[in-house]
T-cell receptor, first 113, second 117 residues
């Protein structure tokens, strides 16, 4: 997997946008960028993924830098239920470690009322 | 309901007593995986399976075994548990990894909290 770097923690106020950054400077051309989140006392859940273009779904948006060395998960209006650990993953697209996934420590997002 | 189930959800055991944590999915997924989660270390992959009878090591396989005899089940076996295997364990499954490097969404189970005394 491409190594990813995320801030340990971030804070936001309710109903404000949140931009969660992830650096993945060793990403290769065919690697997808995935985001998961883990709510307290639950297993991780999928949020979004993308390759080159910005992506939107009902949960969030994913903005990918033009050189693909970084990406940003955007929560447009944070709610208290968005308080979670957010993980950025860039798994190998192929090779001997295809199937191996590295989650890392993620970013702890705190949302204040 | 589509889901990944794990049993038991909580287990306290003693050093050296063999145990198995079961994982089952009802979504006909090819890919399954086990993770452990420890404070300060995040989520680390133990073993994964691309399909029946195909398993491979993740980042922290030492002290664990797995088997994949049928598609729906992927048990995690601790032959001789030790206190350093006290952790929160998650099982996950997904449809097959797609061509071109695209990974499908993984579905996680609720977790098994294991304490080894």
């Amino acid at each position: 997997d491409a190594k990813t770097t995320q801030p340990n923690s971030m804070e936001s106020n309710e109903e404000e946008p949140v931009h969660l950054p992830c650096n993945h400077s060793t990403i290769s051309g065919t690697d997808y960028i995935h985001w998961y989140r883990q709510l307290p006392s639950q297993g991780p859940e999928y949020v979004i993924h993308g390759l080159t273009s910005n992506v939107n779904n009902r949960m969030a948006s994913l903005a990918i830098a033009e050189d693909r060395k970084s990406s940003t998960l955007i929560l447009h209006r944070a709610t208290l239920r968005d308080a979670a650990v957010y993980y950025c993953l860039v798994p190998n697209a192929g090779g001997t470690s295809y199937g191996k996934l590295t989650f890392g420590q993620g970013t702890i997002l705190t949302v204040h009322p | 309901e589509a889901q990944v189930t794990q049993n038991p959800r909580y287990l306290i055991t003693v050093t050296g007593k063999k145990l198995t944590v079961t994982c089952s999915q009802n979504m006909n997924h090819e890919y399954m995986s086990w993770y452990r989660q420890d404070p300060g270390l995040g989520l680390r992959q133990i073993y994964y399976s691309m399909n029946v009878e195909v398993t491979d090591k993740g980042d922290v396989p030492e002290g664990y075994k797995v088997s994949r005899k049928e598609k729906r089940n992927f048990p995690l076996i601790l032959e001789s548990p030790s206190p350093n295997q006290t952790s929160l364990y998650f099982c996950a499954s997904s449809p097959p990894l797609l061509a071109g490097g695209r990974y499908n969404e993984q579905f996680f189970g609720p977790g098994t909290r294991l304490t080894v005394l």
